[in-house]
């Protein structure tokens, strides 16, 4: 790149932070359905080579993701609430083991007296058979309100999504057809094919091997007898599409529920949970995803977190989930733009003695 074209990409670059971050709203839907169009357009191409239309294969591909969507939330809806109504008392019998504990190293106190108090008022009940408990008024409410819109949002989504895979190529024509010469043309259709194949191939593969994850922790946490091991699961398989920090958040709310729910059967049955899904993480993370990924999507893991906390920033929970597929685009947008290779070198993981440059052998000084 010359130097006279970088304060212009600089501009570039500021500019479409702002617009994304002042335009999230009408952002956030137009990128999750073109996410989602590379994920399913290997399963168009596929029922065209069957002699299905665009059109057809692309709504009966759509229709089956909506169905497989909602069967999933439906299946989910029920443990979910459930877990979320076991978070906050998992929360409180830990906080209060650890007050009891702080009381017999440090003597008794008075948060863990009144704690004691409140056990007590909860476990008798009064003498009109009343019992009392803690309510959090509204968690329905919220949740239907929250669902209503994730509804509404899928659906305007999937009309993006189908309108992607069916004019996709129309839009790609367009633009060819505003390129000046004949080779700007073909190096375009060259780079737009390559971008496309690349990132349907990343995209599938991981949400393939995140599904994969969440079954198989869901099995695995219904084996150790965990509740709602199939909420778990799901959170599991969803969660690792944010790297690091989303295994992070797993692990803590699987140790806050196999601590608030295994205080009668030891230290090992409270870490069981965690440990079980820690396990199946590293297997997938050290050993699948890079046996079907390799070397050309590997990033550098700081790259990874500074990109995740810019998409967080402006976008919240979306950024944080779309960030990486967003992360990886880009860099195969550098690899294949002529003049920004480096760019995009600049964010691969490689060890020290790749990254090293090849030094030449000392030569002796001539006498």
Not at 31 to 56: D, K, S, Y
Not at 222 to 243: D, Q, R, S, T
Not at 253 to 275: E, K, N, T
């Amino acid at each position: 790149m010359s130097s006279a074209r970088r304060p212009l990409w600089f501009a570039a670059v500021v500019l479409l932070g702002f617009v994304a971050w002042v335009g999230a709203d009408l952002w956030i839907p137009i990128v999750a359905a073109a996410l989602l169009a590379f994920v399913l357009r290997p399963f168009v191409r596929g029922l065209e080579a069957l002699r299905i239309p665009a059109w057809a294969g692309a709504l009966v591909v759509v229709g089956g993701t909506l169905a497989g969507m909602a069967g999933t939330l439906y299946l989910v809806y029920a443990p979910a609430t459930e877990a979320m109504d076991d978070l906050p008392r998992a929360a409180a019998r830990v906080s209060s083991e650890v007050q009891q504990l702080k009381s017999q190293w440090f003597g008794r106190s008075g948060v863990s007296e009144t704690l004691q108090v409140i056990e007590r008022l909860q476990a008798e009940p009064t003498p009109a058979g009343a019992r009392v408990v803690i309510e959090r008024p509204g968690l329905d409410e919220r949740l239907m309100q929250m669902g209503t819109a994730a509804a509404t949002a899928a659906l305007a989504a999937a009309l993006l999504v189908y309108f992607f895979l069916v004019h996709g190529d129309t839009l790609l024509r367009r633009l060819v057809e505003v390129m000046p010469t004949l080779t700007d043309k073909k190096r375009t259709v060259d780079t737009v094919r390559a971008v496309q194949g690349d990132v349907s191939r990343y995209l599938l593969t991981i949400t393939l091997i995140n599904v994969a994850l969440g079954g198989a922790v869901g099995l695995a946490l219904l084996a150790l007898g965990v509740e709602n091991a199939l909420f778990w699961g799901f959170l599991a398989g969803v969660m690792n599409f944010v790297p690091y920090l989303g295994p992070l958040i797993v692990t803590g709310a699987l140790l806050l529920v196999g601590f608030g729910d295994a205080q009668s059967a030891g230290l090992g049955a409270a870490l069981a949970p965690a440990a079980v899904y820690g396990l199946l993480h590293v297997v997938e993370s050290n050993g699948l995803t890079p046996a079907l990924l390799g070397r050309q999507f590997s990033i550098n893991p700081v790259v990874i977190l500074l990109w995740l906390m810019l998409w967080g920033w402006l976008w919240g929970i979306a950024g944080l989930l779309f960030g990486v597929p967003m992360l990886v685009i880009t860099k195969v947008l550098l690899q294949r733009s002529e003049g920004l290779q480096a760019w995009a070198t600049l964010m691969e993981t490689r060890r020290s003695s790749e990254c090293a440059p090849e030094l030449p052998l000392a030569r002796s000084a001539p006498p």
